[in-house]
């Protein structure tokens, strides 16, 4: 496995919203909110889910929806707040659509790892390395 760069955890929400001047969120401060959750049975909805209710309170999210533009799209018309990796909102954020907040959490302080069988097929490789060169920084 190679190491591609940090793949951070961030509560996406639009610009007008109470989180959105914060240097960093604590996980159970966005559970007072309505979410937009992107999917409702992947891996991060269930791993979100799982912080939650181990903490005791609901996520209470108002849309489920698989699709990352739509997820975005109601965050920033204001409908909810979500959790997302930074790699995917990024864009979106340097232009203003929607805001992002790192999350204060250890775990939400994730890498992104590309992994490849050792098999000789030399175009795995590559790909991994193209990934490591095209990912964004921190």
């Not at 496995?1 to 610009?15: E, F, M, S």
């Not at 739509?70 to 929607?98: H, K, M, N, S, Y």
């Amino acid at each position: 496995c190679r190491a591609l760069g940090p793949d951070p955890l961030v509560v996406v929400t639009a610009p007008g919203h109470p989180l959105a001047g914060a240097a960093s969120v604590h996980f159970t401060q966005t559970l007072s909110h309505p979410w937009v959750a992107w999917g409702e049975h992947g891996a991060l909805a269930t791993h979100l889910q799982l912080r939650a209710a181990a903490l005791g309170l609901p996520l209470r999210a108002v849309v489920h929806h698989p699709a990352i533009a739509t997820v975005l799209r109601l965050v920033a018309r204001g409908v909810g707040i979500t959790v997302l990796p930074r790699a995917l909102v990024q864009a979106d954020a340097a232009v203003g659509v929607v805001a992002c907040v790192p999350l204060a959490e250890h775990w939400a302080a994730r890498r992104l790892l590309a992994c490849h069988a050792a098999d000789g097929d030399g175009a795995r490789g590559r790909l991994v390395q193209a990934l490591q060169r095209g990912w964004p920084a921190p």
